[in-house]
T-cell receptor, first 110, second 113 residues
């Protein structure tokens, strides 16, 4: 069974802290996505990666194919980073045929 | 360049009515995905369409649900004879082609009373 597990489920941080969200999956994948869902419900694609590391501003995503694990890091966190972060994987079907994790709800306090 | 547009943003239907959800992809995108997010649950893939073709409908419920993406106009997700269990947020996403990122709409929140 293809599963995507995220941890932690909930995370509270103080402004400025370094944050890590983890994602594990059970079988080989073609790509892994990190998504951000805002309190209003809209979804933004942050990263799509199949190997190595990607960086965009204060966000960094890494993936270890051998260990079937990915991390999303947020440096110098800010209250506007408060959102649900969702990991999703595609297993070789179409690019958007994704298996989603349940999400990590992040709250950054000022 | 407008993003992915979904409408309506909120839709209320009584049990047994039909719900039509519309998704206009980003300009130049010919691939559309639909997803459903049930309350307190994660997102789930429903269907993948290209213009005039259903490519993958492995996530669609077998009955009452259908989707189309005509040559002209938005993609439509249609739910016939809605039931309370259909209450959810429905998202669509579009992309340009293999390897390009997905762009999501803001979703349609369907409430069945």
């Amino acid at each position: 069974k293809n599963e995507v597990e995220q941890s932690p489920q909930n995370l509270t941080a103080q402004e400025g802290e370094f944050i890590t969200i983890n994602c594990s999956y059970s079988v080989g994948i073609s790509a892994l996505h990190w998504l951000q869902q805002h309190p209003g419900g809209g979804i933004v694609s942050l990263f799509m990666l199949s190997s190595g590391k990607k960086k965009h501003g204060r966000l960094i995503a890494t993936i270890n194919i051998q260990e079937k694990h990915s991390s999303l890091h947020i440096t110098a966190s800010h209250p506007r980073d408060s959102a649900v972060y969702i990991c999703a994987v595609s297993y070789g079907g179409s690019q958007g045929n994704l298996i989603f994790g349940k999400g990590t709800k992040l709250s950054v306090k000022p | 360049n407008a993003g992915v547009m979904q409408n309506p943003r909120h839709l209320v239907r009584r049990r047994g009515q039909e719900a039509r959800l519309r998704c206009s992809p980003m300009k130049g995108h010919s691939h559309v995905y639909w997803y459903r997010q049930l309350p307190e649950e994660g997102l789930k893939f429903m269907v993948y369409l290209q213009k005039e073709n259903i490519i993958d409908e492995s996530g669609m419920p077998k009955e009452r649900f259908s989707a189309e993406f005509p040559k002209e106009g938005p993609s439509i997700l249609r739910i016939q004879q809605v039931v309370r269990g259909d209450s959810a947020a429905y998202f669509c996403a579009s992309f340009q082609g293999a390897g390009s990122p997905l762009h999501f709409g803001n979703g349609t929140r369907l409430t069945v009373t």
